[in-house]
């Protein structure tokens, strides 16, 4: 496994992921691994040292990351389906982009045992499928308590039976339309937003606007939580988890130390940008605003509460566009930068207040796909697919 680096070429892993022990105990076959963005520091899908990642509707546009070739696999239906990490949006943001389902659920429903860590606040394993069933379905499989190698898990999570909650009916469903997730949004975007909302409206469902003004601030917290965070577990850690009680890759955190002290040079900018603005944050101010990020989560998070406890499910466009061309290579370092971190301002709220969160394709501007995304209480996963199903029925019945 890569990573999507040279830094970890050639590394073989001495286990499994918890999750893909529960996948072939299930009766699923393994493909293989998917290309992802480098070190999945980026929203975009350029980074990878093997290339670039196509979408598969336009080849000459990006995937999106950073589980982009995930995305690209199960949208090119070379694999039926795809478990990605989202640490910021990165299962969500190529489901949108090629216009598949693609679920971040609650924080630690999903044990994380076996994959890279980026920071353990925010990382969350998902899947990428064609199908709101078929997410359902491999949910099913690998959510669920660990025997502690996850410690960040309850000893009395619960799993549910996800497939059989998948009623479909949004007659009655309360949807709030989250006011502030259009900020950056492109007209295009808005507008398939919008008519997939009048369509939920018309089958019975209550759609009505909501404002969170917290929304505006999510992302301000999640930079300092996710740059300290990673750079302290990739860079001064060597990927471990330093402080848990879980389960521990020495032959990872080897392979880590080594690929950090003799390759860094190969990092792509934003990495090095996230990187070393980290650095710099702590040496001059230590751990301050990682700290102050933390405890205003508190309250962002109750926002969104408050929000969940008036509606079933909140709403807001996935990706604020649809997938751009693969940059150019003689593209400016601020280009890269702003290209790999642009497609974050609604997925990574939920990724630090750990609400599940999906992404289903809305409909299509100018042939290419836009993302709808629905988020959920905490650990009604069930619920927030079934919100997902419904409109999907809704959607596949317009076309037929």
Known sequence: MMNGSRLLEGFVPEVDATVVTRVLDAGGIVKGKAACE???????????????????????RITGGSSSGCAALVAGKVVDMAIGGDQGGSVRI???????????????????????SVETMVD????????????????????????GQDPRQ??????????????????????????????TCQPEVKSTFNVAMETLKSAGALVEEVSIPAHNDAEALFFPILCQGAMDIMLKQDGVAVGSRGLQST????????????????????AKMMLLTSEYVREEFGYHFYAKATNLLMEVTEEYNKALSMYDVLA????????????????????LIEHSLSW????????????????????????????????G??????????AAYGWEKLRDAATE
């Open 38 to 60: 480098n070190m999945c520091l980026s929203g975009s899908s350029i980074t990878c040292d093997t290339g670039p990642v196509r979408n598969p509707h336009d080849e000459k």
């Open 94 to 116: 190529p489901s949108s982009l090629t216009g598949l389902v693609g679920l971040k659920p609650t924080f630690s429903l999903v044990p994380y045992t076996g994959a890279v």
């Open 124 to 147: 969350s394993l998902g899947p990428i499928t064609r199908t709101v069933y078929d997410c359902a379905l491999l949910l099913e499989v690998i959510a669920g308590y660990d025997n």
């Open 154 to 183: 309850s000893r009395d999570l619960k799993v549910s039976n996800y497939t059989a909650q998948l009623v479909g009916d949004v007659k009655g469903m309360k949807i709030g339309v989250i006011k502030e997730g259009f900020a």
């Open 251 to 270: 032959m990872l955190a080897n392979s880590m130390r080594q690929g950090f002290r003799s390759l860094s040079q190969y990092l792509p900018h934003v």
């Open 316 to 335: 807001l466009p996935t990706v604020p566009r649809t997938a751009t061309e693969i940059i150019r290579e003689n593209a400016s370092v601020q280009e």
């Open 344 to 375: 974050i301002p609604n997925t990574c709220a939920f990724n630090i207040t750990g609400h599940p969160a999906i992404s289903i394709n809305a409909g299509f501007s100018n042939g290419l796909p836009v993302g709808l995304q629905f988020v």
């Open 377 to 386: 209480r905490h650990f009604e996963d069930g619920a927030l697919l079934n």
